[in-house]
């Protein structure tokens, strides 16, 4: 299982790796604040919703190691989402706190957006184990705000796009597939159970 998390780690580190490379090379096209927070935006919501995509394949192939990288998966989401946030707070508002605020109230895809960062971020808190003892039940709720951090993210792209709908239209497709994939209606295959390697 190491090997699978270790490659998982750094393919999650890929994108981050080629913007890195970019700036660099100095080519991230014309405006590359633009290019930047584009870039993060799309990957936080992408592993979210790889994140969300777990339990379905888990369901449908009765493969279960892959739950074994979801905590991984959406620390990734967090993190881009992170980086996401500070590239708006540095390099678009230069850190004026009063602007950024005034954004946050004022611009409807903004506060959406905001709202999204505000779950990751309770998720990522709580993503530990000793997070998990101590709420007990509720950590499976609480972590249930994946779902409604994927949709507000969802509807923050839509939100900002003028014309072009088709991209956020794809992810919106994607989530309402891996909504669907979680009925109790649909058939299940038994996980199967996890095989120890035998050493001699
Ligand atoms: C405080 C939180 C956030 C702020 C201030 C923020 C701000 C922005 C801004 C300024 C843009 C570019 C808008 C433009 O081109 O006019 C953007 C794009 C985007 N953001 Fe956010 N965002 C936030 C949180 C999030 C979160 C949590 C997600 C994902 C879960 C997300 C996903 C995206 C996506 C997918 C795009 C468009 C990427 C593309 O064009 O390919 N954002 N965001």
């Given at each position: 299982m190491i090997k699978w998390k270790l490659a998982?780690?750094?393919?999650?580190?890929?994108?981050?790796?080629?913007?890195?490379?970019?700036?660099?090379r100095e080519d991230l096209g014309p405006n590359p604040v633009e290019y930047l927070t584009h870039e993060t935006g799309a990957w936080a919501l992408r592993l979210l919703l790889v994140t969300l995509a777990i339990t379905p394949l888990?369901?449908?192939?009765?493969?279960?190691?892959?739950?074994?990288?979801?905590?991984?998966?959406g620390l990734f989401s967090?993190?881009?989402?992170?980086?996401?946030?500070?590239?708006?707070?540095?390099?678009?508002?230069?850190?004026q706190w009063g602007s950024m605020l005034a954004d946050i109230l004022k611009r409807p895809y903004i506060t959406v957006g905001f709202a999204a960062f505000l779950m990751?971020?309770?998720?990522?808190?709580?993503?530990?184990?000793?997070?998990?003892?101590?709420?007990?039940r509720g950590w499976k709720t609480l972590h249930r705000l994946a779902y409604v951090a994927a949709v507000l993210g969802i509807l923050h792209f839509i939100w900002l796009v003028k014309a072009d709908l088709l991209q956020p239209m794809i992810y919106l497709g994607v989530f309402l597939f891996l909504m669907l994939a979680r009925l109790p209606a649909l058939p299940e295959?038994?996980?199967?159970?996890f095989r120890r390697k035998v050493t001699s």
């Open positions: 998982v780690f750094f393919v999650c580190l890929l994108p981050l790796g080629f913007l890195g490379l970019g700036i660099y888990r369901r449908f192939t009765g493969w279960r190691r892959p739950v074994l990288l979801r905590r991984m998966l967090f993190f881009y989402a992170c980086l996401h946030l500070l590239i708006w707070l540095w390099l678009d508002r230069e850190l990751l971020l309770a998720l990522a808190l709580t993503s530990n184990t000793f997070s998990m003892r101590r709420l007990g295959r038994k996980p199967a159970p």
